[in-house]
């Protein structure tokens, strides 16, 4: 899988020989509950687990009265991410995120790829944070026009889930999913060049058929 994350070094377990900070079940219990307050119960959820790596969980929300299904990760937030210039990662301090994308009409294969971005930190060692992108190197979903995302800015669509310090606040990233030619310009020209784009071309970032945006 292709990304423009930073590295960083190995995990160490967040819940092992340490007093401070929120256990594994703390954190995904309240993320859970976050999820549930803003989008309603859930209406679907599947799980994977790799090789070394925590299980992770897909939930599905709606489809609301747009049609609209969003598909939320559970179980990225459990542990932080590092900063990359350190040698040795903090169990307790550190970014924390989950992932939400959201669908006309719903796709639930794209469940597979979700995971997988979501279980990067462990297995990849990355730190994904807003403006990077992940490339699968397939489609999202069967036949889907899309191989990679953008993290967008948090707080817009689920508000930030504040932990016991030390430990630092969960952060809901909007997954926007970029045809092959958009990733490429975004690599170029940057995020916020690609986000103006579609902004001035009225692009409907949630339609799962759209055509890629002029950039010319």
Not at 22 to 31: I, M, N
Not at 69 to 91: C, E, F, I, K, Q
């Amino acid at each position: 899988m292709a990304h423009d994350f930073p590295l960083f070094g190995d995990f160490s377990d967040p819940d092992a020989g340490h007093g401070a900070g929120p256990t594994r079940q703390t954190v995904l219990a309240a993320v859970e509950a976050r999820l549930i307050s803003t989008f309603g119960e859930p209406s679907g959820r599947a799980a994977v687990t790799f090789v070394g790596a925590d299980r992770i969980e897909v939930l599905r929300f709606g489809p609301d009265a747009e049609g609209l299904v969003r598909y939320a990760t559970l179980g990225m937030a459990a542990a932080p991410m590092a900063d990359p210039s350190s040698p040795v990662a903090d169990p307790v301090r550190g970014p924390r995120v989950e992932l939400v994308l959201t669908v006309r009409g719903g796709r639930d294969e794209v469940h597979r790829a979700l995971v997988v971005f979501a279980a990067s930190p462990q297995v990849e060692g990355l730190v994904v944070a807003p403006g990077g992108s992940l490339d699968l190197g397939s489609p999202l979903w069967p036949g889907a026009p899309f191989t990679s995302v953008l993290a967008a800015e948090p707080g817009g669509l689920v508000e930030d889930l504040e932990l016991p310090a030390p430990a630092e606040a969960v952060r809901f990233l909007p997954l926007l999913p970029m045809t092959p030619n958009e990733a490429a310009f975004k690599r170029v020209q940057g995020a916020g060049a690609l986000e103006e784009r579609w902004l001035k071309h009225g692009t409907d970032l949630r339609d799962p058929n759209r055509r890629g945006v002029p950039l010319d």
